[in-house]
């Protein structure tokens, strides 16, 4: 699985081949068909099967102070399309010289010139150009000109629900994890460095491995029940705050897992947490005694939850 620059030239071992094209940022269900069918015409076609995507977002380029709502990382990202099949995923960098082509000059410069793509696959609602002038009845046009078929694949529901990252998005901040892991095929997770804090869970005999919810979507406040994948591939099952402490002043949002029966030195380590279920809302509390009661009722619950 190659990691490929969008702003240079594939190498040859790689032109020719069938494209997933999208953002992908969450990798769902209907992602998972749109890479799917790539990778099955490419096997088919005997060539290989690359997914191309963005960094940043398009509406982060555009509207650089929204809310933060990104799913996934680039690195989960890349190992989610090498699970499904692809053989590459490469990035596009979205800045003012990709913002400022045309329909035509994306599918000629992008997809034909640095790519030499073969055959491109989208979802129904994938969009291109400035303005974005160009729609899958557009990319088709352009394929027939240039040279690389188009496929499009039909938005994918379940259980009479249309899968959409816009969907996993309201699922999470409302408090839903498990709604949206099954749109997701996993539950969601946040993967980033374990930072150190100031301690205070240590000495309730819970220590934490704090991290910063950086870019990522931030789903609602409270407690969950979480499982984190440590940096040797371990899995172990937690509990963990995710919002802003208000029982600590100042307030400092952080996800702060509390992993059952691990112990050890995770400072400065990556891991992934992944919420696999909303136990209660954020509060606060008079004094640590109370806090500490609370915190073993959240961990009795968790582990409960967690073994069923």
Avoid: C
């Amino acid at each position: 699985m190659e990691r490929l620059d969008g702003a240079a030239a594939v190498p040859a071992h790689l032109r020719g081949g069938i494209v997933a094209l999208g953002n992908f940022d969450g990798f769902h269900l209907g992602h998972q068909a749109v890479v799917g069918r790539a990778v099955e015409r490419a096997r088919a076609e005997g060539r290989p099967a690359i997914v191309g995507t963005f960094d940043p977002h398009p509406q982060r380029y555009f509207r650089p102070d929204s809310e933060w709502f990104r799913l996934t990382s680039m690195d989960q990202r890349q190992r989610l399309v090498a699970e499904a099949g692809a053989d590459a995923m490469l990035i596009f960098p979205f800045d003012a010289a990709l913002a400022a082509l045309s329909a035509r000059q994306f599918a000629q410069e992008r997809l034909v010139d640095l790519i030499g793509a073969g055959g491109v696959v989208t979802g129904g609602d994938f969009t291109f150009g400035k303005g974005r002038e160009g729609d899958v009845a557009r990319l088709a046009s352009l394929g027939d000109e240039l040279g690389y078929s188009a496929d499009t694949v039909a938005p994918v529901t379940l259980d009479g629900e249309t899968v959409s990252s816009s969907r996993i998005r309201e699922h999470l901040r409302e408090g839903r994890p498990r709604d949206a892991a099954r749109l997701l095929t996993r539950p969601w997770a946040i993967e980033g460095q374990v930072i150190r804090g100031d301690q205070v869970g240590r000495t309730l005999g819970y220590p934490t491995a704090n991290m910063s919810l950086a870019n990522y979507l931030r789903p609602a406040y409270g407690i969950y029940a979480v499982r984190g994948r440590l940096p040797d591939g371990r899995t172990r099952n937690g509990v963990a705050n995710l919002g802003i402490r208000p029982s600590f002043d100042p307030p400092q949002e952080l996800l702060e897992p509390y992993f059952f029966d691990f112990d050890g030195d995770l400072y400065g380590e990556t891991i992934e947490v992944s919420l696999i279920d909303y136990l209660r809302p954020e509060a606060k509390f008079d004094n640590l005694d109370a806090l500490k009661v609370q915190m073993d009722e959240d961990a009795a619950r968790a582990r409960a939850i967690l073994g069923a």
